[in-house]
């Protein structure tokens, strides 16, 4: 019976998307909707991205180093470890991950406080696409997400260099040949690649389980842990199979 009821909601999922994009909302009033959820979503989510890339970045050089015993084993990989570690995983993936408690819990809550107090309802009354008017401006507005992203990245190895530099575990100049050292362009075409999917996803599991919520304002609440908890299952999934098939 559990596994009907995983698939009967894997269902749901995708007749939703399907819905969203039929009876647009006109332009001009998506265009303000889109403005605000961008404030909401992304400029919002910031802050913490940026706190949490720059400390973990520094975090990530130090553990690096400490486990450089060997006199023989070279500085540099201080450098090189902090960017594969960053823009490999780090930023794409465990801020995604953060994402979905922050930007994922708000979506869920605000879009079930909307069903618990019946102005879904009141939208579908008026004819209006609820599905197209509430998720649609939000998968819009996350396109921006792989920008925070590469925030995310720079802050990460810019920490990374200042607790390398400044805590005397290597030097400025070994820690930007490590930057350098054997860079593969295609590592950040395959970030930004998992960071869309990502994205869609921030955007699309918790406005689901908002939508489809059912109960009071207690229920609000427990449709954003759930949100959360599968947002980042999937996430982590995504993640498995995206590195299978683009860098193995």
């Given at each position: 019976?559990?596994?009907?009821?995983?698939?009967?909601?894997?269902?749901?999922?995708?007749?939703?998307?399907?819905?969203?994009?039929?009876?647009?909302?006109?332009?001009?009033?998506?265009?303000?909707?889109?403005?605000?959820?961008?404030?909401?979503?992304?400029?919002?989510?910031?802050?913490?991205?940026?706190?949490?890339?720059?400390?973990?970045?520094?975090?990530?050089?130090?553990?690096?180093?400490?486990?450089?015993?060997?006199?023989?084993?070279?500085?540099?990989?201080?450098?090189?470890?902090?960017?594969?570690?960053?823009?490999?995983?780090?930023?794409?993936?465990?801020?995604?991950?953060?994402?979905?408690?922050?930007?994922?819990?708000?979506?869920?809550?605000?879009?079930?406080?909307?069903?618990?107090?019946?102005?879904?309802?009141?939208?579908?009354?008026?004819?209006?696409?609820?599905?197209?008017?509430?998720?649609?401006?939000?998968?819009?507005?996350?396109?921006?997400?792989?920008?925070?992203?590469?925030?995310?990245?720079?802050?990460?190895?810019?920490?990374?260099?200042?607790?390398?530099?400044?805590?005397?575990?290597?030097?400025?100049?070994?820690?930007?040949?490590?930057?350098?050292?054997?860079?593969?362009?295609?590592?950040?075409?395959?970030?930004?690649?998992?960071?869309?999917?990502?994205?869609?996803?921030?955007?699309?599991?918790?406005?689901?389980?908002?939508?489809?919520?059912?109960?009071?304002?207690?229920?609000?609440?427990?449709?954003?842990?759930?949100s959360f908890v599968w947002t980042?299952?999937?996430?982590?999934?995504?993640?498995?199979?995206?590195?299978?098939?683009?860098?193995?």
């Amino acid at each position: 019976m559990m596994l009907i009821r995983y698939l009967s909601q894997i269902g749901r999922y995708f007749i939703m998307l399907k819905e969203v994009f039929n009876s647009p909302v006109k332009w001009p009033v998506m265009k303000q909707i889109i403005l605000k959820e961008i404030d909401d979503l992304i400029i919002d989510s910031l802050g913490i991205v940026c706190f949490i890339s720059f400390f973990v970045g520094g975090v990530v050089a130090i553990q690096t180093a400490l486990n450089l015993t060997n006199s023989l084993i070279p500085k540099y990989l201080i450098g090189f470890a902090t960017r594969q570690s960053i823009v490999l995983e780090f930023a794409p993936t465990f801020i995604s991950i953060i994402m979905a408690g922050k930007m994922g819990s708000f979506i869920t809550s605000s879009i079930g406080s909307m069903r618990v107090t019946e102005q879904i309802e009141a939208l579908e009354v008026m004819g209006v696409n609820a599905l197209n008017y509430l998720v649609f401006p939000k998968m819009i507005a996350v396109l921006l997400y792989p920008f925070v992203i590469g925030i995310a990245m720079f802050l990460g190895i810019f920490g990374g260099y200042l607790a390398g530099v400044y805590g005397n575990f290597t030097s400025s100049t070994d820690f930007i040949i490590g930057i350098q050292k054997e860079f593969i362009p295609f590592h950040i075409v395959y970030a930004f690649i998992k960071t869309l999917m990502f994205a869609f996803l921030l955007a699309t599991i918790p406005s689901f389980h908002g939508f489809y919520m059912k109960g009071g304002a207690l229920e609000v609440g427990k449709a954003s842990t759930v949100s959360f908890v599968w947002t980042s299952v999937v996430i982590i999934l995504m993640n498995y199979i995206l590195t299978q098939l683009l860098l193995s």
